[in-house]
C-alpha cells in the first residue's frame, strides 16, 4: 500500500513537472507570437501609408483619379481580351476626366502595337490613350512554371505579380479583368484601393471537385492520379482547401461581375457574396456580323439545289457535293489553343465525319475544317504543333486549315463563309466565339454544359437555334445531320439564332457594365 501511494506521488511529481514545463514553454511563445503579430501589421501599416502617399502624389502630379485593369495577356488576342477593351471604351466614353492603366506581362511589344493588335482583331478604337504598365514576371502565372499543384501556384504567383504592378502604379480602383482573385485583397488592404472583378471563369469550381471523386481523366486532373483512389483522394482535400481561400479572396471584391449563368452559380457558391454580384455578358461583335444577309433565302435556290441533289444520287457522282451546294462546306472553330478548348475532339470528331461521308458524292473534299485562334505563348505554339500531328497520324491533313493571330476581316470572312460554327470545350463559361458564329449566320454545334448550354444554344421565340453535343460521335452525328439539312430548315435555324444574339451585342455589354461599375466610378467622380 505505502509504495503504491509513493508510486502514486512520483507520477504526480512528473506529471506537475511536465505541466510546468509546458508552460514555461508557452508563456514565452505566446508573447513571442503577440510581437511578431503586431510588428507584421506595423509593417503592413506602414506599407500601406507609404503606397497611398505615392497615390496621393501621383493625384496631385496627374490632377485626377486612376483605374487600372490588371490583364497580364491584353495582347492574346481571345475574348477575354475582347472584354478588356470594350470595358476600356466604354468608361473612357462615359468618364472623360478620369485616366486610364492596363498592367499587361506582354514583352516586345509597345504600347501602340498592342493597340493596333486590338483595331485589326476586335475593331476596337480607344477615344484616347491609356497608360501601360509592362510586368516582367509574368512567368509567375504560367502553368508551365508548376508542374505539380499548378493551381497554388499560379495563385501564390498572382500575388507576387499583383505586388509588382502595385508597386509600379497605385490606382484609385483597381479592376481584375482575367480571373486573378489573389490580387484582390493585395489592392485592397495594402494599396487601398477600391476593387472590381470580372470573372470569366472560376479557378476552381464544384464541377472540377466531381471530376476528381469520379475520378475521370480530363486536361487538369492526370491519368495517374485518376487511376489511384489514394492521390484522387489527397486531390480532392487540395481542391476544398484551395476553393476555401479562392473564395476568401474573392469576397474582397467590392463589385463582382460574371459571364454567364454558369459562371454566376460557382462564384456565388464560392465567393458568397449575392449582394455584389451580378451577370455582365460579354461583348460580342454581332453588328459586323449582322450587316452580312443571308443566303439561300429564295425558292428558286432551294429547288436548284434539290434538283442537284437528286441527280447526284441517280447518277453517283463524285464532282457534286453536300446536295448540289454552291461551294465546299466549312466548319470553323474560334478559340485560343488552350487545352481546354479540346481540339483535339474537333479533329477526332471531323475524323469520324470525313469516314461517314466518304461514300457520299463529293466525299471528303466537300469538308473542310478552319481551326481560328490565338496563340498566347509558346506553350501554345507547341500544342498547335501537336494538333498538326493529330491530323497527320488520322489522315486529315488535307481537310484541315490552322488559321492563328488572325485580323478581324479574315475571321468574319472565314465565319461568313461557313456552315458550322463548332466548339467543343466542357463547361465554356461563356462562349463569344459561339455567339460570333450565329451572327454570322453558321449553324452552331456546341458542347452540351456551360455557358452555351444554359445561355446561348436555348430556343428563341420557340424555334432551335443551333445543336449541343458532348462525344466524338455525337458531333459526328451532329455534324451529319446538319448537312442533311435542306436548305430551308437551315435557313430558319440560322434566322433564329441570328435573331437571338442581340442580348450579347456591345451595347447590352456597355449599359450592364456601367450599371454595375456605377457606385465604384461615381465615387472617384467627387
Not at 54 to 76: D, E, I, Q, S
Not at 405 to 434: C, Q, S, Y
Not at 475 to 494: D, F, G
Request: with cysteine.
Amino acid at each position: 500500500m505505502a509504495e503504491h501511494e509513493h508510486h502514486h506521488q512520483h507520477f504526480s511529481l512528473c506529471f506537475c513537472d511536465v505541466m510546468r514545463l509546458l508552460w514555461s514553454l508557452v508563456v514565452p511563445c505566446f508573447y513571442l507570437s503577440l510581437v511578431l503579430t503586431l510588428v507584421l501589421l506595423l509593417l503592413l501599416l506602414g506599407v500601406r501609408m507609404w503606397l497611398q502617399s505615392r497615390c496621393k502624389t501621383r493625384r496631385a502630379r496627374v490632377g485626377g483619379p486612376a483605374v487600372a485593369f490588371f490583364h497580364p495577356y491584353c495582347n492574346a488576342g481571345g475574348g477575354g481580351e475582347r472584354v478588356l477593351w470594350c470595358s476600356l471604351r466604354t468608361l473612357m466614353n462615359r468618364y472623360p476626366n478620369i485616366s486610364f492603366v492596363v498592367y499587361t506581362g506582354d514583352q516586345g511589344v509597345t504600347g501602340d502595337q498592342i493597340l493596333e493588335g486590338a483595331r485589326q482583331r476586335f475593331n476596337i478604337r480607344l477615344p484616347r490613350p491609356i497608360t501601360f504598365i509592362f510586368l516582367r514576371h509574368r512567368s509567375l502565372v504560367e502553368a508551365s512554371s508548376y508542374p505539380h499543384f499548378t493551381l497554388l501556384g499560379q495563385s501564390g504567383g498572382s500575388m507576387f505579380l499583383g505586388w509588382e504592378a502595385l508597386t509600379a502604379f497605385v490606382p484609385d480602383l483597381y479592376v481584375d479583368s482575367m480571373g486573378y482573385a489573389f490580387t484582390l485583397p493585395i489592392f485592397r488592404y495594402l494599396g487601398g484601393c477600391k476593387v472590381a472583378s470580372y470573372v470569366h471563369y472560376p479557378t476552381v469550381s464544384t464541377d472540377m471537385l466531381s471530376v476528381i471523386r469520379e475520378r475521370n481523366p480530363r486536361f487538369n486532373n492526370a491519368d495517374f492520379i485518376s487511376r489511384n483512389p489514394v492521390l484522387s483522394a489527397v486531390k480532392v482535400v487540395y481542391y476544398c482547401c484551395f476553393a476555401l481561400l479562392y473564395g476568401l479572396a474573392g469576397s474582397c471584391s467590392d463589385v463582382i461581375m460574371v459571364n454567364s449563368t454558369w459562371t454566376m452559380g460557382h462564384i456565388l457558391s464560392l465567393w458568397r457574396s449575392p449582394s455584389r454580384t451580378s451577370i455582365v455578358y460579354p461583348p460580342c461583335d454581332v453588328r459586323a456580323f449582322l450587316e452580312v444577309p443571308l443566303e439561300e433565302d429564295e425558292e428558286d435556290k432551294e429547288e436548284e439545289e434539290e434538283g442537284w441533289e437528286e441527280l447526284g444520287r441517280e447518277l453517283g457522282s463524285e464532282e457534286e457535293g453536300g446536295g448540289g451546294d454552291r461551294k465546299c462546306h466549312s466548319i470553323v472553330s474560334v478559340g485560343q489553343f488552350r487545352p481546354e478548348k479540346d481540339h483535339r475532339l474537333q479533329i477526332r470528331a471531323f475524323h469520324k465525319l470525313l469516314d461517314r461521308k466518304k461514300e457520299a458524292p463529293g466525299g471528303r473534299e466537300s469538308l473542310r475544317l478552319v481551326l481560328i485562334g490565338g496563340c498566347r505563348n509558346q506553350e501554345d505554339e507547341e500544342r498547335v504543333l501537336m494538333l498538326r500531328g493529330l491530323c497527320q497520324e488520322l489522315e486529315v491533313a488535307d481537310r484541315v486549315d490552322f488559321k492563328l493571330n488572325v485580323p478581324f476581316d479574315e475571321l468574319k470572312r472565314e465565319l461568313v463563309d461557313a456552315t458550322i460554327g463548332l466548339h467543343t470545350m466542357w463547361n465554356e463559361h461563356f462562349g463569344i466565339g459561339v455567339v460570333e458564329c450565329m451572327a454570322a449566320g453558321t449553324i452552331v454545334l456546341a458542347h452540351k454544359s456551360g455557358g452555351p448550354k444554359l445561355d446561348i444554344v436555348v430556343p428563341y421565340e420557340g424555334g432551335q437555334t443551333g445543336f449541343l453535343a458532348d462525344s466524338e460521335d455525337s458531333y459526328a452525328a451532329a455534324m451529319e445531320t446538319i448537312l442533311a439539312l435542306s436548305p430551308s430548315a437551315r435557313l430558319e435555324i440560322r434566322n433564329n439564332a441570328r435573331r437571338s444574339v442581340e442580348r450579347f451585342s456591345d451595347q447590352e455589354f456597355e449599359a450592364c457594365f456601367l450599371a454595375a461599375m456605377e457606385s465604384l466610378m461615381g465615387k472617384l467622380e467627387r
